[in-house]
């Protein structure tokens, strides 16, 4: 417990942890740390345990410790629920009173949460700014801090309620500046210099790569973990004209894009495993029109409902074979916050200059666990449309939408700029886009859209992150949200030298770069949120290389740092 | 623009005497009539034998997955307004498979027009019942003919809102054609269900026995296409006769108008190389 | 059977005050007059806040995916006649993600009873809308209102031709007992779409907003449930007053009684260990 | 050409092709011939050019030649489409002055059908009668073959109607042995002794297993190459008890069949790629609620629509991986129709002891060919229940549907048959089937559905079948239809001796098995119809074995036997 702290704020669903969450993400980041933190929810609405665990510290984060250093308990059912999940010498703030806790813990620290709100707010609302107020307290950043977190987190509130809000908080602060006797918990604050960057979770980058990328039609629908996904972008919906659409189910919303995309404009859906498995058909149907589309498919746990709220990253091998026939698809896997910005961009120039569908794996995990990022470098960012364009659209005559070329790819005429008519056809076609039963014009057209197309998808695939591999005794292997534990881990392992391996990209699978990067490793072990170890399957069927061994994880977490620390020493 | 305008060269892959020839005429008819350019008219289908009318007029066409028509065509009006979409459509297509599509798109009511080639048969995959064959009618399946009741598209239609519900003939084409006209003309989701004689599959509802059966709803000018109660009652309307024409009608603000896609640029002709997220990026800090 | 025979272990994880604990009520009560053992009951449901209530109740319980509990239920049935099977479902479990399986399910008329939790909200994935928000609904995705024009289920049941066509009101749970108990009792498809306040979720249409409007259709005595056109008026009927109760009834043979299943063993007590196949063996000579 | 004949009828869809089809297939087996016969047919029901061919030989038969030796001609589009595809000596028949072909052609035989039919049965519809007897005359069967096979045609109809039939396939005949000079096509007959024999197809071959393994519950959506499952079982409906419904979509078939399953009902269903790309979430669902289910995937060539009526085996990767979560599934790939039988029957015993989806991967050749078979051995069929019988159940108190147990099986009872009740869950669930947010019960829950059942299906997984395996020098590799033509090859090849292993069951993936049978031999190349090898993909992930090369074909035909020898004395 040098330079870094975890904390943990649980309750019950509906007592509004998320909100606190944010507001000591902010707080924290103001005050100069680097955070990450993620939400434990339960698929309810109220009741039952949920918490939101942040780190914060003079280094960069990327993942989750197990054990709290702090825990603020804001229900009586917390406090047994959490007591073991305690470093030693934690601490676990609570409402001795309210709670009617009698028992006695040397963790313990007793604030009167409930009081302080009735007095300062007028009700038990409050409480959640008291505890901001106390844990910036623990923490010992200064008051000016939670203040400003106050102020921007009600923002725009009445005047009355901001003021009660800070009053609660600040109650809260001097309590612990008061009462609490350690200071174990004053880590150093200001290792941030410019605190004016952003603070979002993977869904939020999403959105704003596909915004950037001009996405203007997005349809889905809800299912967690990509429901923010829509919320967000709906949000800025009309600042930048683009149509959202809840649809009638996930079949509706993948053949929404489809025809909007056909139609010219770049859309997008998102969904989990379960809505994907509904998307299968328009996947292929996708690939079949050479109808570009992007597809985000958030994993969870499954089969079927599985754990709605928690995460996983089982759906790999789905999502790579996904669809009836035979078709290039692009599948990314990022593995931060930043690479999923730009790859969201890179995956609609990849869709538009292909033709094809691109898939971005997440999960729950990254897709809500939030971090302090450097604000995204704009400039890098180059949107390439590979349409014929309305002006030289008005010379096209006698279009063929599917005229063979070297590359698989045909130019790509939008309907009503060009003079002449387009035909796009799910049953095997003609160049023309005609239907044909012709045995010959078939072998064509799958080589177009399979072999050609995915040679050149091949020229460009994302390239795997190495980390501290020279002289690594251990190689770690990841793909989606492992690349922060992996790195977590890589930076503080002792015993041995841990480097590792992570692919932003897993299809085109980047067979030759894997072989060289690998084959020489000494041990390696790939480490997957899932039982059957599909990343290194993967890698033996495209490379021929198996893996030492395989971390797995398949109980709807994601993997801690310690937590991977043990499993890697385990497994030698 | 001219009939031939709308000529395509494809070979008709239907059977001689096949109903949809005359759908096919009479869609051909009404295009002529449009004033509209082959480029800005959009034919969305599904897989069926309806659902390869798009091929053989020369407009655009989308010909996508099997009952997943109206999505496609909902949202390629949504991104290009500028485009009259058409759906040519089965029973089995529209009404199985897309079920659940016809029933929320009648509720989003883009301006879209569908057309259902009701020959009451799967035809494509060779006679098996479809959603609205008639209590039963027997097929290899239904060995002791079909039990299901039928699925009352028209009425079906009105209850859940829609502002434009009628039925053709396809041996009526003069008729047709203009019913898809006022379909088209109708701003919002129109649904025209065609009765299409299968002569295939279909040897129980034949060109004699919907010609037998078949009138003009409106025939003695007295029909009020807007009185709902009376539209329902012509819409359950099915036994020895049979009413085509608009059944119902009603005005209803589209999709369009209500999200405000009916003025400025369509999307389809937005800017998108360098869109400014500075703003909202800062929100995140 | 006494009200404890149904009672379930499970700790209940709606929220404080949510309209499905009145439903519970009134489907506990209603299992308890049933005179049937819960071993004979079984419980079909989706995915959603609705969907849990099988958990709490002592029946049999197969909780499947969203949307797709019809095809589930009718099966079962048809698989064991000797089954009571009931469906509890949202509005959006049955309405927008299963509304296929809706439409055709009330076409085939098995013997089921379906529940619809209607809070006009998506509770579970935290408030977006459903097929019957009322238009102007403000939510996340929906920024500015919902503009679909709502679902009208019970309309739409009638359209399709379903026999029992119902709605009740999770605050009223005598009433809605009776009804769910006269939808069992109802040989054939019921629905039941009862109103549920969201307390979480729905700020438009709380307990308040629907107490002061809801009435019971047949309270004076005069409505006569078998008048379609009458329950065509009733079932659109939604503003300041929306009626509940049994809005149409009919008798309507049954998919078990057309196919001959309510007659003989049931299909799950056939021996299947030694299936005599030597005489059609022979027709492929 | 010497002891064996190909065989082609062409014309326009609708003019009968396939009842002229099945009753040369009988008319030839009963005169002691083994025949193999198979369509190729467009996706339209009227127009455009249809073929039925049929092989002919005193040796068993399993596959197709390129070119027929005889090809009859049913319309004038035929004689140029079918001229260029004859063996050298081959016959073309055909009605010159009906068709007025003026030019000559020497392969050109003359056969004024038109005419005979109309003189014999008052109709052109006789044609195909006329064709029957004119094929048997040129094979120069007995005539009694030919009454006999009119009788069993036509069985059932008007006396009026058979005989008449009967005078125009005798007016054929003897038209022939008046009018042909050569006999080159007289082939020996009667190397079957015993021609009480069936003559199916593999979609009869899977209803009949179906029946027999007291399938009771059919549901499913009609498509091609699947759609005459439906119909067969139908047929035999009413005798046996079973229910066929045709469902409003392949979303509602396998959810039926998942509830007639639950309630205790043998239930299958059956699609193509497309439909399946429908049912992935259901499938999904039957692996987490553990409810036994058959599914018949039909493949044809995607992606979306494709070739409806033609052959692919493209979909094996995606019914591998096909489904969000992770469970263990048994995939089968018979070869033969005798396999379909058996393995049917098997996979409704497998489904049920392990409680999972059994898939039977078959495709558009398989199902649409016929073969004449040896009569079912039906003493081998053993039907065993894997369910809590009804005696038993009637002691059953605290039922846990889902009971830990070793072999991850938990034993299964039927609701209504005990006393308790059953909760069965979607979500992720305890052993009593209560929605659960516990990791350890999660992490127990996928040990359960996904490694221990593996395990046990692992055991019982059909052996590959190995042919001309001594000393081969190259062994070719196949699933499901090519199981017919790479036995063929290996039967007939000359230059090289040529062996071949086939796997019936794809999954559970027999490795080591098949790194046994291949590591040492000599040269091993995949026969797929497919354009990425997926085979030699999976082969190359299970045992890190890699094929010398892979034989594709994905012009949506099958492979012939001389077009395969070819391919593979180029691959060398
Ligand atoms: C997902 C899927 N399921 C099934 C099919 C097979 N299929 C093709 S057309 C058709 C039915 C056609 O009936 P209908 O829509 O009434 O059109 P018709 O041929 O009668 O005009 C079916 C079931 C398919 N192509 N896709
Ligand atoms: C295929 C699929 N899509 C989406 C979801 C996510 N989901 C779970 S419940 C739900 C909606 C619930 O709404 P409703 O049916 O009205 O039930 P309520 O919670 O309001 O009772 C959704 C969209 C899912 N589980 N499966
Ligand atoms: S099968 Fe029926 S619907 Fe299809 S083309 Fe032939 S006649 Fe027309
Ligand atoms: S979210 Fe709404 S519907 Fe769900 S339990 Fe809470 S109050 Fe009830
Ligand atoms: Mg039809
Ligand atoms: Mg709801």
Redesign the interface.
Known sequence: MTNELTIKITGEA?QGIQTIGAALCRLFKNAGFHIFANQDL???????NNFFQLRISDKPLFALRQKSDITVALDKASVALHKSSMTDGGILVLDRKKFNVIEEDNAFFDVPFYDMAVRTGGSALFINSVSCGVLAGIVGVESSYVEQAMNATFAGKDEDVIRKNKDAACVGYDFVRSNLKRDAFRIKAGAIKDT?????NGN?AIV?GA????C??Y?A????PS?SI??VI????????I???????E???I?????????????MTAT???G???M???L??A???ETPIVVVVAQR????????T?T?Q??L??V????????ARAVYAPGTIEELFFVTIKAFNVAEKYQIPAIILTDQHLADSYRNIE??D?NKIK???YIIS?EDSKRIKNYKRYQFTESGISPRA???W???????????HTEE???T?D??M??KM??K???KKFSGLSQEVEKPTVYNMERADIVLLGFGSTYGVMREVSDTATDKKVGFVHLPQVWPFPAIEMAGLLKNAKRVLSVEN???GQLA??L??ET?L?VNGSVLK????PFHVDGLMDRIKKEG | MDISDFKSNEEIAWCPGCGNFGILTAVKKTLSQLARHPKDILFVSGIGQASKLPHYVNCNCFNGLHGRTLPVASAAKIANRNLTVLVTTGDGDCYGEGGNHLIHNIRRNTDITVIVHDNQVYGLTKGQSSPTSDPGYVTKIQEEGVILEPLHPLEMAIALGAGFVARGYSLETEHLSWLIGEGIRHKGFSLIDVLQPCVSFNKKNTYEWYSKRVYKVNDNGSYDPENKMAAYEKSHEWGDRIPIGIIYRAEKETYEEKRGLSQGIPLVDEQIEDVDIKGILSEFV
């Open positions: 509906g339960m698929s309810r609405i109220r009741g039952g004016n960057t952003p603070i979002m939020d704003l915004i950037r990328a001009g203007k039609f349809s629908y809800p299912m967690s429901t829509m919320e709906a949000r800025y919906a009309k600042k930048f004209n149509v959202v659409e809840q649809a009638e189910d079949i509706a919303a053949n929404m894009i489809i025809g909007a995309s056909f139609a010219g404009v770049r859309s989990a495993g379960g994907f498995a509904l299968v058909e328009g292929s149907l690939a079949m029109t746990p499954a089969p079927a409902t599985g754990f709605p928690r996983a089982a759906d091998e789905f790579l074979h996904a669809g009836h026939g035979e078709f604000t995204f704009l949107i390439q449309r309305k939008i309907p009503s060009i003079e002449d008519v387009i035909y796009v056809d799910s049953d095997e886009g005609h239907i039963e045995a010959e078939g072998r799958v080589e859209r399979f072999y899932n039982a059957g399957r993967l033996r069927r021929g198996q398949y109980d709807g977490r």
